[in-house]
């Protein structure tokens, strides 16, 4: 019996360009596909570049502009996950094997052990890397290498990229950070969460010092020989050729772009463990009974890539009734995987598209989704954004909070936002009113609300409090986040950094992602009415909510940028023995998002102090 390790050839392909080292990755898959190249590893750097991932929208990613004037190509991979900003500081590795290497062809099985090769090979290096899921290798919880891969027929993909000297700035600078975090704080964040092995080991290391470290992880960890082999011409002849006919492209890098929201579109974004899914559905027929076209995106991984271009191709021309069991039958005859995902996943993502609700409110078309039981069951969440907030920027947050509370859930689209009707000028100076007295009343009596919560985000926060106090025998709890009453001097301060933000950084470009074509009138509402008042002026709210009955939560970044404590101050005079005032450390205005645990812990003690609904309240898990 034959007991003698694999050989893995190890090659070393240098610098190339973004779009190059992507057409060298289908090259190398190919070539091993047809048996021309034995089980390879292979050792890549970059050109300054921005690479997206393979189910990505382009312009929801990049900051094109900045990368166009800063002489940095733009590419797309062909693997899933989120957007990358590389250069020579950068070292790659990828491997390409026969699946049944490794004994198993479960896709998170694969990462976990392939990443934690590469981590036992940083720790010779005398770093504590350690594998975390579901792709990532990490340092004392600080990201030092993103990974990701698929397989295909017999051939297993999986690259990683690993920081040895990187310019977070730069990698700030050149892909958009979601729009729920505008904050500088979170930019600031955003190179916390990030080291290099320059940073760990106080001096940096020589890339030959790296490719032996983690060569010595893949040879112990997977039991592997290594052989230093060449490229051969075979590669670079079909390297050459698929990026000049297709990975070199600016039509493939742009070959996704989201629709413009209409009568015909439904959609919805859903976040799950294995990352955050989009679904785009075009409807047909008299009463739009059919699904015409369909477009899946996001920061995910699927194997084979092809699989997802599949699925929506069994959906197209499916009665809306059977969509979601079309989604099961698909996963069924597939032999696809999707890491940290199941097919129930995408049946829900699907599903919740076409559940999307229109609504009529103030005599303006509004868009809804509802989670969980109906109004005739349960009490209602109804959640309530900010000003530049959107339904989809709540995340998964509504259905974190009706799995702990066994409440249902609405979540919209005020006027002007996300798939609603967009705003039209003049704007109103007091919009919070015409919200809370006009829009959210018809919203409620529409969707049969008989017991509802109310949870708002700032602007959110302020509809929400004078809603409740207009009707109060409605309304059985308030949850305000980052609320506000007036006007402060940091909150004009902080717009006019917006404003500046809008006019020559990306702000506008992440804020398209969610509002589309209604970006420029939403920001030009927000911007006349709030720098229209001094700093003090308030939204005459407060004849409103001195006549709140029920309990409020109050929750505050203690560095909120935009308002200070004086808020809760505020309202604690006017609620009293009705207000919850907590502030939350180490976090800004979007405390949902950056005090995610503590906020949600808050609120579901929150519901469960308000009473049991009709079915039982569960904990967060």
Known sequence: MNTAPRALRVIDTGIRSGRE??????????????????????????????????????????????????????????????????????MGWELVLD?????????????????????????ALGVAAQFRPRNDIEVDGRKVSGTGGFIDGNTLFYQGTLLVDFDATRMIEALKVPAEKLAKHDLDDARRRVVTLRELLG??????????ALLEGFRAALGVELQRGVISDTEEALAARLHATE?????????????????????TTLTRRGGTLRADIRLEGPKRERLREVLITGDFFMTPPRAL?????????????????????????????????SARDFRDLVESALSQMSLEAAGRRLRAHWRG???????????????????????????????????????????GSGDSEALA????????????????????????????????????????????????????????LAPHLYREARTLREIEAQIVDFRDGDLAARLRRYHGAKTEMLFARLVETWTAGAPGEGWALEPYLRRVRCPVLALQGEDDEFFSQAQLKALGALLPGRLQAQ??????????????????????????????????TRRLA
């Not at 020589?206 to 490719?211: M, P």
């Open 21 to 90: 080292n992507v057409a060298f990755d289908q090259a190398l898959i190919e070539a091993h596909a047809a048996g021309r190249v034995p089980d390879t590893l292979r050792f890549l750097r970059f050109r300054p570049c921005a690479l997206i991932g393979l189910h990505q929208i382009l312009s929801h990613e990049v900051r094109l502009d900045f990368c166009r004037r800063h002489g940095i190509e733009v590419g797309r991979r062909i693997t899933g996950g989120g957007g990358l900003y590389l250069d020579e500081g950068q």
């Open 99 to 123: 699946r049944r290497a490794l004994g198993t062809t479960d896709l998170g099985e694969i990462a976990a052990r392939l990443c934690s090769a590469a981590a036992q090979g940083l720790r």
């Open 203 to 212: 001096r940096l290391p020589s890339f030959d010092e790296v490719q032996a």
């Open 247 to 267: 990975f070199g492209t600016d039509a493939f890098v742009a070959s996704l772009d989201a629709p413009e929201t209409d009568d015909t579109l439904v959609s």
């Open 309 to 341: 271009y599949d699925l929506e191709a069994a959906l197209r021309g499916q009665h809306v009734a059977q969509a979601g069991a079309q989604v099961d039958a698909f996963f069924a005859r597939s032999a696809c995987d999707a890491v940290g995902l």
């Open 373 to 415: 039981p109906g109004p005739e069951v349960a009490p209602t969440l109804v959640f309530l954004h900010d000003a530049l907030g959107c339904a989809r920027l709540w995340r998964d947050i509504p259905e974190r909070l009706v799995t702990a509370s066994g409440c249902g859930a609405l979540v919209y689209d005020r006027w």
């Open 425 to 480: 000028p003049p704007y109103s100076g007091r919009y919070l009113l015409d919200e809370a007295l006009e829009a959210l009343p018809q919203v409620i009596a529409q969707t049969r609300i008989r017991d509802a919560v109310l949870i708002g985000h700032s602007d959110g926060a302020a509809i929400a409090l004078a809603y409740a106090g207009q009707h109060p025998d409605r309304v059985r709890g308030v949850v305000a």
């Open 583 to 616: 502030r939350l450390p180490r976090c800004g205005h979007y405390l949902q998002h950056q005090a995610r645990k503590p906020v949600l812990g808050a609120i579901t003690a929150f519901l469960q102090a308000l009473g049991e609904p009709a079915s039982a």
